[in-house]
């Protein structure tokens, strides 16, 4: 399959699709400056519109299938996005200038995380049955029958993240929760990566398709602007959403939801620089073999992660030197890479400028780039007392740039931690002499990040159950969820009670006949299926 | 006891009792009409500051005592309200207007809602465990040993409700479900009852005390005035707040959360006018019975509930004639009721002056009142087309006003419905020749309440497990949880995961030796303790 010859630029809505009223653009391949057919169609308001009237009409429906037809419809969009091929490995690593082997580990991650889902669904804890049964003797009055369920909030729109094309995008953690919870989606593709946005938004529709749901369940809108992203988030008929990007651009959506008449929750994932401590004994055991892992992490992927580590605090101590030499040393070498697109490239460059221009000492830079849009690591060094006072120096560079603080002292560090906004995740490098120093820090680290690691590198988020991606402001706009694994279905749903309900007017879930094919909590004890 | 000797009017901070910065103030009889003794005290900036100060320190502490110890401190809140004795149902009497009998009934639902949190406590799964196990020889990637649980968010900022003086107040569900999830809580007394505030919150007090708990954990704030609510919702060591009260009040405090550097999650819960469906099997076969019922619904404690049944919406047929006689005739013989205080009154008498002034027609007002402040009920009617049209129509009267529309057929009953905002409740009176029609209906009913009941009244909140009071924009500001029931505790935390940590390290709950003993999701798989 040639994606080239396949690709329409097409918006689409429902089962349709068609040209939009906005500006058409196209993708520009970072790895060559130039730009790739076809145009793609910008969504004006009449689509949007379009979208949202047929999510909204798609939601009754959408959220009355079994819970086995909306695990199958999951599946069955993993198996699609599989029959693309290579065709959608190729195109994102045009549009991208990732590697190959990345796009198709992500490839793997998304069909994952889609089957994972499925799962969910089917073992429908996330219902949270509850069942308080009628106490008709009670004094000095009654209990009626009251019985819990979870149910979807409405239609949601996501947007879809620059840096992982496939997991994060139209298929990607946000779209695969929501549709797992029983909402319709509307995404907004990325516009830097708009043909592999299409290639698997049409596996979606295709999926919708083939499972006999209604086509309001999926859209797919492009565009370029702010326009699109602000008019579907004030979309009365939109219930929630999920993004992924940058501060300034979920600040800006999660401010025009408040505005709404009905105000709607937001789910944006930020900013972090997810700090990693070195802990003493590690730093006196493996400085220079921790200088080292700690570029390779940041340096991977062009450090185009919203995990990246991007701040390492330690005090002055043994192996405090070697992992400076070695980190230096190996920064110095790190081979440029390219970054996802020219916008990213040049904030990369101006970050990388404003870090030079202020409190903190370059170090090393990276090995310099011999193409466009190639990120040239870079690694400072500050002392805590600069860093505490200027502010700019803990705002994210996205990009492999790396900061590292010199305390003189483990209390200088946990003053450098409390400084700290939200992050999606504290690493601590240490060995079991630090065991009584981690323990102490434990409780600052659990109020600043939703995630923290031991000898680990913070890139890689497992898709799994115990995972958390969120953290506290500005991390994320909400710290009470996560957008990777499973818990992420519990951000799209809300609590209904139905007081004594003749059963046959209970939904089905709740009925007596049903109740005990799944988890619920009858009277506040938790029971098994069956 | 003596609570006109005993009370002192002073603020309680922490441990401390104290005068404040602010404007002094008296509770008023609003039986009488009289201030009564003695002046409170208003808590200003430096007041606020402390207090939110010393719930900051206390955080740490108190979210790290055991499960046993929270639940053990909750029950203790509960003894020492008890032991307040009469001095509390009389000062709460003389306060409010309600009947010693409802007052004596809310402070067995307080103290029996403090004792469910001690359970849900101590059964923990709450804590939402969950472990995804290492697995070192996966291919082409290893995964990391994941654990997760949930931690409090912080300082919580309590706002307490004028109509429930004890249940919805100091010691109520929102401090209930914080205290439990191992939030400090600081809560502004209403000022409409701050004597039975003073006392309840010195029972909290004195519980922290015994308890040996960090005297921040608990903060009692007074005040007139706007400021204060502001201030406090403000302060950056509030990391949420819960609130009962107005549309206008909730949406403030939402809007001054938002502003913030941090925004944080505000739970209000605000308006709603609870509208009951006739259906006509229903209306058929006991039309008058439905309307003495509706009327005593209605008029119950001054129609001082959130979940007052405001609205009825009827088609003409069998039995609606009956009906509307019936709730005339009901509503005409109501006796008058003294309101919680003048402002409520004055609101009251607003509200029904503005529906008198629209398109609805007055049906009949209950009997006169004979002192101050009481409410004289109201019943209106008007047609499908008038209510849709006059948005007026639907807004909340807070107090004994009833609406009755009545439709052409079941579409237009529909019709209505969606035109209504989000409510906590929607109650069906149907018989069982109405079934069909109620299960057409559910969809719609669930996406616009919370609770939806079947031939009950919607006053008279069960504190249980399957409780749900929230419901969409505008009744609450957040619909996805409730602020009545035990569910209510998973407002006030957040996930945190733990990758790759030594068992020395992890959380108590989270080590090898103590995870058998809760609830938690292994590899997702749900396992009962032991």
Known sequence: MDSMIDLTGELLIGAGRQDGGAKSFQAINPATGQAIEPFFSGAGPAEIDQACALAAEAFGAYRATSRDMRANFLETIATKIEDIGDALIERAVEETGLPKARIEGERARTVGQLRLFAGVVREGSWMELRVDPALPDRKPLPRPDLRLRKI??????????????????????????????????????????PGTCELVGRAIAAAVAECGLPEGVFSLLSGVGNELGAALVSDARIKAVGFTGSRAGGLALAAQAAKRAEPIPVYAEMSSINPVLLMPAALAARGAEIGSAFVASLTLGAGQFCTNPGLVIAARGP???KFLHQATESLAAAPASTMLHPGIFKAYQAGVER??????????????????????????????????????????????????????????????????????????QMDAADNAAAITLLPLLEEKAGRILVNGWPTGVEVSHAMVHGGPFPSTSDSRSTSVGTLAIERFLRPVCYQNFPDAVLPDELREGHLGQSWRRMDGRLLPPG
Chains 1, 2 share one sequence.
């Open 152 to 193: 979807p909030l409405g239609p949601v729109a996501v947007f879809g993240a620059s840096n992982f094309p496939l997991a994060f995008s139209v298929a990607g953690g946000d779209t695969a929760s929501a549709l797992a919870a029983g909402c319709p989606v509307v995404v907004k593709a990325h516009p830097a990566h």
């Open 355 to 428: 870090l030079q221009a202020g409190h903190a000492k370059l170090l090393a830079r990276g090995q310099e780039g011999t193409g466009p849009n190639q990120c040239q690591a870079a690694l400072f060094v500050t002392d805590t007392e600069s860093f505490i006072a200027d502010k700019t120096l803990s705002e994210e560079v996205f990009g492999a740039s790396g900061l590292v603080i010199t305390c003189a002292d483990q209390r200088e560090m946990e003053a450098v931690i409390a400084s700290l906004e939200g992050q999606l995740t504290i690493t601590l």
């Open 319 to 321: 192996g405090f030197d």
